[in-house]
Nanobody
C-alpha cells in the first residue's frame, strides 16, 4: 500500500524557515521522480520543486528559487523541502508526490504571517 506522509508544516512569521519531510513506504522511492506541490486557497495546485531519482537534477518554480531547496535521502525513503525567507504568499497546503506514478500525500499546512 502506498503511503506518502508529510510533516513539518507550521505557522511561522515572514522571514522564517521550515523544513518539510515526506516519508514514503510501499513504493519504489529510490527510483521515483518526486516533487513538492502546493495549493493555496482559491488557487490551483502548483509544482514548487522537483527532483530526479538520484537527486542529480532539481528544478524550482521561479517564485521560490533561491529560497527553497529540495533534497532526498533514498536510504531513508524521505523527501525534504527546506524553505527559508518564507513569505505570506507561500501560505498553502504542501503535498509530496510522485506525479508520474500518481502517488500523493495528504498534505501539510504551511501558514506564513506578515
Amino acid at each position: 500500500q502506498v503511503h506518502l506522509v508529510e510533516s513539518g508544516g507550521e505557522s511561522v512569521q515572514a522571514g522564517g524557515s521550515l523544513r518539510l519531510s515526506c516519508r514514503a513506504s510501499g513504493v519504489p522511492f529510490h527510483e521515483s521522480f518526486m516533487g513538492w506541490f502546493r495549493q493555496a486557497p482559491g488557487k490551483e495546485r502548483e509544482l514548487v520543486a522537483s527532483i530526479t531519482w538520484n537527486g542529480g537534477t532539481v528544478d524550482y518554480t521561479d517564485s521560490v528559487k533561491g529560497r527553497f531547496t529540495i533534497s532526498r535521502d533514498n536510504a531513508k525513503n524521505t523527501l525534504y523541502l527546506q524553505m527559508s525567507n518564507l513569505q505570506p504568499e507561500d501560505t498553502a497546503v504542501y503535498y509530496c508526490a510522485a506525479p508520474h506514478n500518481g502517488w500523493w500525500g495528504q498534505g501539510t499546512q504551511v501558514t506564513v504571517s506578515s
